[in-house]
C-alpha cells in the first residue's frame, strides 16, 4: 500500500472512530508500528489529525467549539441529532456522553425548552452553557486529556445517584452479536455507570460504526432501547438490529 493510500485509511479510521491506535491500524494494515507513527507524525504536522501517546484522535473530537470542516461525516450527524431530538420531551433529565454526534445534539437543543441536563464531557458541558433554559450539571472526575470526558471513581459514584430519563450514550463501536465496545477502558467503565443511572438508553451511531469492534465491551445491543442512525429504519444495512427488540431510528 501506497503512503498515500495508507494516510486516508488512517484518516477515515480516525474521522469514524475518533481516536486510533498505532498498534490497531498496524495490524489492519500489517505494515510496522514504526511505519504508522511516522504516518500519523506526518498528518499531526499536516494539521489532517492530533497525535497523542499510542495513537491519534481527529481534531473535531479535541477542539471546545470544532468548524463543520473538522467535524467527519457532520451531515450524518446532524441527521442523527434532529431524530435524537424527537425523543425529547419539556420538563425532562437527560444524560450525554461525551463525542462528536452528542455535541451536535447539545449544539441543537432549543434554548427554550427547559431540560435538566447530566454530562461528563467538557465539550457538552461548554456547548450547553448558553442555553438558559437548560440546567448544566457537570459530572466531574479526573479529566481524560484525549477526550475531554471525566473518569474515575468520583465520576462513577455521582452517577449512581441519579435516575435519567434518557441517556445518550456515543460508542465508538456497535457490533450486533459483539455488543458496544471502545478502546479505552476507564470510559467502558463510565458508561456502564451511565446504562445503570438511565431507564432508557439510546445510542447515536453513524452508520459506518456498526460492524467495527473495539478491545474492551460496554454492553450487549439488547441493553439499549433505541438505535438512532442516518439510516432509514428499514434500510439492509440494519437488518441484524431488526429482530433484537429495539427501537431503530
Known amino acids: 500500500m501506497l503512503k498515500e493510500e495508507r494516510h486516508q485509511f488512517i484518516l477515515n479510521e480516525v474521522g469514524v472512530h475518533n481516536r486510533v491506535l ?10 510496522s508500528v514504526d511505519t504508522i507513527r511516522r504516518d500519523i507524525k506526518e498528518l499531526h504536522n499536516a494539521k489532517q489529525l492530533k497525535k497523542v501517546h499510542g495513537g491519534a484522535i481527529s481534531l473535531g473530537f479535541n477542539n471546545y467549539n470544532p468548524t463543520g470542516k473538522k467535524i467527519y461525516s457532520l451531515e450524518k450527524k446532524s ?3 434532529e431524530k435524537a431530538l424527537g425523543l425529547i420531551k419539556e420538563g425532562q433529565v437527560i444524560l450525554l456522553s461525551g463525542g462528536t454526534t452528542n455535541l451536535e445534539l447539545a449544539r441543537r437543543l432549543p434554548s427554550k425548552m427547559e431540560l435538566t441536563c447530566f454530562t461528563p464531557s467538557l465539550p457538552v458541558a461548554v456547548q450547553l452553557l448558553g442555553k438558559s433554559n437548560i440546567e448544566v450539571i457537570f459530572i466531574g472526575g479526573r479529566l481524560s486529556q484525549d477526550s475531554q470526558i471525566a473518569i474515575g471513581g468520583s465520576a462513577i459514584n455521582m452517577l449512581s445517584d441519579i435516575k435519567v430519563d434518557i441517556c445518550f450514550l456515543g460508542t465508538n463501536s456497535i457490533h450486533p452479536t459483539e455488543g458496544l465496545t471502545e478502546f479505552d477502558w476507564e470510559i467502558v467503565q463510565m458508561k456502564k455507570a451511565m446504562i445503570h443511572s438511565a431507564r432508557k438508553v439510546v445510542s447515536p451511531c453513524i452508520s459506518e460504526k456498526i460492524g467495527s469492534l473495539q478491545r474492551y465491551r460496554i454492553c450487549g445491543v439488547e441493553e439499549i432501547d433505541a438505535l438512532i442512525t442516518e439510516l432509514e429504519p428499514w434500510d439492509s444495512k440494519l437488518d441484524a438490529f431488526k429482530n433484537m427488540n429495539i427501537q431503530l431510528l
Open 22 to 31: 498505532l498498534t490497531d491500524i498496524a495490524n489492519l494494515l500489517n505494515v
Open 79 to 81: 441527521l442523527i441529532a
